[in-house]
């Protein structure tokens, strides 16, 4: 929930979603469009599919008790090696190195001597150098406090080095220039990025108590009529795209089960 999502959001709505799923055998029974009714408001639907997925799979294959080590949870859906670790390290306590984005810059600039603000090592010479410093006990406490110090003091923009409390280890210290990444261009429509359209579609979906005509979907999501071809090829791309994610079914046009 908490990628590219408010943590005062989440505080708000995990509670709602915990009381809807309160345990896994709960939450591996449901089904797409309970997941991405509950999902509102908390980033890409295709998440929720996929921690329902993961739940599935740790009550089909491990008896609904979550994995400890990190190649058995890789083996879930949607898993990757920053979940993974996170889950042996917070939950069970294990040394294992957590990398997320903040851990990534602290590292990179203790590590060696960085000019901008975006540098970072890559990841072999990240995992010896976390490999070398990370505490043999209270490990979980350790990827903590790192987590807090660059999103609090080492941050990505404006590094307040002088309030750092590892500023004498620091080879970065007060060499650091800010240059503004260009961004990255995006599928757009009239303006707008196509992810936002996509949970403009699905919070449609969300409220409708039928399936909905793509007309009436355009309509409604643009204000607009839908009268030229562009504008129709455009949204059944939309809707084929959500279609393969699982999130609707294309020919009523309402949310997947």
């Known amino acids: 929930m908490l990628q590219q999502t408010q943590?005062?959001?989440?505080?708000?709505?995990?509670?709602?979603?915990?009381?809807?799923?309160?345990?896994?055998?709960?939450?591996?029974?449901?089904?797409?469009?309970?997941?991405?009714r509950a999902w509102r408001g908390l980033g890409y639907n295709s998440r929720a599919l996929r921690l329902r997925d993961?739940?599935?799979?740790?009550?089909?294959?491990?008896?609904?008790?979550?994995?400890?080590?990190?190649?058995?949870?890789?083996?879930?859906?949607?898993?990757?090696?920053?979940?993974?670790?996170?889950?042996?390290?917070?939950?069970?306590?294990?040394?294992?190195?957590?990398?997320?984005?903040?851990?990534?810059?602290v590292y990179s600039r203790l590590a060696v001597q960085q000019v901008l603000t975006s540098d970072v090592l890559d990841n072999h010479r990240l995992d010896a150098f976390a490999q070398s410093i990370i505490p043999a006990r209270s490990s979980a406490d350790w990827h903590h406090a790192v987590m807090d110090l660059g999103a609090t003091v080492?941050?990505?923009?404006?590094?307040?080095?002088?309030q750092c409390p590892l500023s004498q280890h620091c080879p970065s210290k007060g060499a650091l220039r800010y240059v503004p990444k260009q961004k990255r261009?995006?599928?757009?429509?009239?303006g707008e990025p196509n992810r936002l359209w996509r949970g403009r579609i699905v919070d449609v979906l969300r409220t409708a108590h039928k399936g909905v005509t793509q007309r009436g979907l355009f309509a409604?999501?643009?204000?607009?009529?839908?009268?030229?071809?562009?504008?129709?090829?455009?949204?059944?791309?939309?809707?084929?795209?959500?279609?393969?994610?699982?999130?609707?079914h294309p020919t009523r046009l309402e949310l997947a089960d």
């Open 185 to 190: 261009t995006e599928p757009s429509f009239r």
């Open 7 to 36: 943590a005062s959001r989440i505080a708000e709505r995990l509670p709602l979603f915990l009381e809807q799923f309160p345990t896994l055998p709960h939450l591996a029974a449901a089904s797409n469009s309970q997941m991405i």
């Open 154 to 162: 080492c941050t990505a923009r404006s590094p307040q080095c002088t």
């Open 220 to 248: 409604t999501i643009t204000g607009t009529r839908l009268d030229n071809t562009d504008d129709a090829a455009w949204l059944q791309g939309i809707i084929a795209a959500l279609r393969r994610d699982g999130i609707v």
């Open 54 to 105: 993961a739940a599935r799979a740790i009550v089909e294959r491990h008896d609904g008790v979550v994995p400890s080590s990190i190649e058995t949870l890789r083996a879930l859906p949607g898993l990757g090696p920053y979940t993974a670790a996170a889950i042996a390290c917070f939950a069970y306590g294990k040394r294992v190195v957590v990398m997320d984005v903040n851990v990534r810059r």
